[in-house]
């Protein structure tokens, strides 16, 4: 290029930038904004000091979580190596034999690890003995016998078999019918053990895969995607960002103001948005409860990565997975009272709500009764008449009718009512606590009284194989037998959580000795509403609710014998005993407690997004139920680990989610 042409190209450049400044300069007076150009550079300024400040504070705390990095890694996983393989991913070939003279070679699965033995030339009779911690007095049963000398036999298949993993493995070794040695120990998952049949010395001859592991990349990134939504909160909500966006609303909306006018209608429109949001504002922390309760129910029932803790308790003792039915019938409760009493307010008859109760209650089992004949269980000879649905409707009908017919249309102020005012919620109440105590005392005697054909009465065990095989048939009890009575043994749940380890019979964990317990559990939550319509500031509530979880707690332990399976009476889902019920109550409770802080009181949490399927929890429980096994929420595993299936699960459970979302801006809402 000639120099006159690269002089006529700039002379090209600078003639268009000065008509672009001159254009640009003329448009921007016309829309009157050179007077708000530096209101507008101080936002964006605010905005990135904001920003930087921000990071800052992110830097410092990763620099203190940095510190305490490798301590905690080596005290909940024993390892500072967290990272995934695809081979842990996808699965491990791991091959290990089924002991004894038939034995074959196997793939060792998810939740499972072998053991070998010594060949033993000498002509002594070996037998291994185990049993899975969790079978409460169930008697040791043969894992492995000296084999059969073959000539060909595959000593790998006969020399070794497979243990579980998810909990501590009893084993004991009996050399010519006399017992050698006892042990227990909890193997890990994928680990290739040696077992010494002289002492039961366990020693590691491949190391195992971390099985929880997958649990700890998942809660990273959980905590990143919070992290990520509290900054663009942060950002969100400053007055100085919300001025702005008013400001450029006004702008893209309304005629020119002048400066004056345009502060003073700016601080009217925020004030009055502030005074609407007072105005309208709910116990978002109670939605958010409700959400939190349903988004785990969906989570645990898709397979929960198939941890243990996230599946239902073999039969005493508590699990994840046990406590979300219950915080729902609590979380009920609590909506009922404050529901109720609109409506009395409101001037709604007491005969028109106990009808509208009435009407839910039949929905919820109609409901109910659809779901258990999904995946075509629709045969009439054979179909489960209770279930989950049902035993909400139960609850729902007598709570509800109850309180229709006795809360106060109004309370009166606390300070009316002299000594007596601050336990106002209890002294209003006391024919609905008299009908709890009965429902307690009528499933006590039931329970313990109650005479069941070839089982002691007042048995409280799973049957099969505990109690050493005494009474296998008995699973449940008086629970299990009015079940039988009403429905028939072929209309109640055929496979309880206690059948993998016990190996009993049918047990309906929703059958109707339980729908007591229950409703006592929704009464329980009742109070709580109660603490919410009588007293107003925040302080009196949560004392109350610390209290409350504080009292049922205690008495739920005392009642538990402060054990899993020694007390009175143990804490047990499968019975919804009175300590289950309490327990759960009392986790309620301090829960509520710690959600109102957060969200109501401190708003340091907006409840997001467990909000969201809180406001639409029955079609959230009746669509994850009839989608389950469908394409996109789940598919057919390809190696079959826990991480896989744990990213499965969350991926499931996060599209209901993310569904709720969508449904609640498009407010749409299933009400019954």
């Excluded at 305490?68 to 034999?97: H, P, R, S, W």
């Excluded at 009395?344 to 039949?362: G, T």
């Excluded at 049918?506 to 929704?522: K, N, Q």
Aim: glycine letters at 8%.
């Amino acid at each position: 290029m000639s120099l006159g042409q690269w002089l006529e190209s700039w002379d090209l450049v600078l003639g268009t930038l000065f008509f672009s400044r001159l254009l640009i300069y003329i448009l921007w007076d016309k829309l009157t904004l050179v007077a708000h150009t530096r209101i507008l550079g101080g936002y964006i300024n605010h905005i990135v000091g904001q920003a930087w400040v921000g990071v800052l504070w992110v830097g410092c705390v990763l620099d203190l979580v940095g510190e305490k990095y490798n301590q905690v890694l080596i005290y909940f996983f024993d390892t500072t190596e967290v990272g995934l393989d695809m081979a842990d991913i996808l699965q491990q070939k791991l091959v290990c034999g089924t002991g004894g003279p038939k034995a074959k070679l196997g793939r060792v699965h998810i939740d499972n690890a072998c053991i070998q033995i010594e060949p033993d030339n000498t002509s002594d009779t070996y037998q291994v003995l185990a049993q899975n911690y969790q079978c409460w007095g169930c008697p040791l049963k043969e894992a492995w016998e000296t084999p059969v000398v073959v000539p060909d036999l595959d000593l790998n298949a006969s020399y070794s078999f497979q243990v579980q993993t998810r909990y501590s493995t009893i084993l004991g070794v009996v050399r010519n019918g006399t017992n050698v040695c006892n042990t227990t120990h909890h193997f890990e998952q994928y680990g290739l053990y040696h077992l010494d049949l002289d002492n039961c010395d366990i020693s590691v001859l491949t190391k195992p895969v971390n099985a929880f592991l997958p649990i700890f990349w998942a809660f990273v990134s959980l905590c990143l995607l919070a992290g990520l939504r509290l900054a663009y909160e942060s950002v969100y909500k400053t007055a100085v960002f919300r001025r702005f966006l008013v400001w450029v609303k006004l702008r893209s909306d309304n005629p020119p103001l002048l400066e004056d006018e345009e502060a003073q209608d700016t601080a009217q429109l925020l004030e009055s948005a502030e005074a609407a949001a007072k105005k309208a504002r709910r116990v978002k922390s109670l939605d958010a409860f409700r959400g939190m309760a349903i988004t785990i129910m969906i989570f645990v029932n898709y397979g929960g990565g198939s941890y243990y803790f996230f599946n239902h308790s073999p039969w005493n003792g508590l699990t994840v997975a046990d406590l979300v039915f219950p915080w729902f019938i609590w979380i009920m409760g609590v909506s009922l009272a404050i529901s109720t009493q609109s409506q009395l307010r409101n001037s709604v008859p007491r005969k028109k709500i106990i009808l509208r109760v009435i009407k839910r209650s039949i929905i919820l089992i109609f409901l109910g009764l659809i779901i258990n004949s999904e995946g075509r269980n629709n045969d009439l000879r054979t179909m489960r008449f209770p279930g989950v649905l049902q035993r909400f409707g139960l609850s729902y009908m007598v709570v509800g009718v109850m309180e229709a017919m006795l809360l106060p249309r109004q309370y009166p102020e606390i300070t009316s009512r002299g000594m007596l005012g601050p336990v106002l919620d209890l002294t209003t109440s006391a024919w609905q606590w008299l009908a709890a105590l009965l429902c307690m005392g009528l499933h006590t005697a039931i329970t313990f009284q109650l005479p069941v054909p070839g089982c002691p009465t007042g048995y409280l065990g799973p049957g099969g194989l505990a109690e050493n095989q005494t009474h296998h048939n008995c699973t449940g009890g008086a629970a299990m037998w009015v079940d039988v009575s009403v429905f028939g043994s072929r209309h109640i749940y055929q496979h309880p959580s206690s059948t993998p380890i016990y190996q009993g019979g049918a047990h309906d964990p929703e059958g109707l000795l339980g729908t007591l317990t229950s409703i006592v559990l929704c009464w329980l939550g009742v109070a709580a509403g109660r603490v919410l319509l009588v007293h107003k500031d925040w302080q009196s509530r949560v004392r109350r609710w610390v209290v409350w979880g504080l009292v049922c707690g205690l008495i739920a332990a005392s009642l538990a014998g402060f054990s899993q399976n020694q007390g009175v009476i143990p804490i047990n889902k499968n019975l919804w005993s009175i300590s289950f019920i309490l327990a759960t109550a009392s986790m309620a409770f301090i829960l509520l407690t710690a959600m109102y802080l957060l969200i109501d009181v401190y708003r340091f949490w907006s409840g997001s997004p467990l909000y969201f399927p809180g406001m639409n929890s029955i079609l959230m429980y009746m669509g994850h139920e009839i989608c389950s096994g469908m394409f996109p929420w789940s598919w057919k595993p390809l190696g079959n680990s826990h991480a896989e299936l744990l990213a499965m699960n969350m991926w499931g459970c996060g599209l209901w989610v993310l569904t709720s979302y969508v449904l609640y801006k498009k407010k749409m809402f299933l009400a019954l």
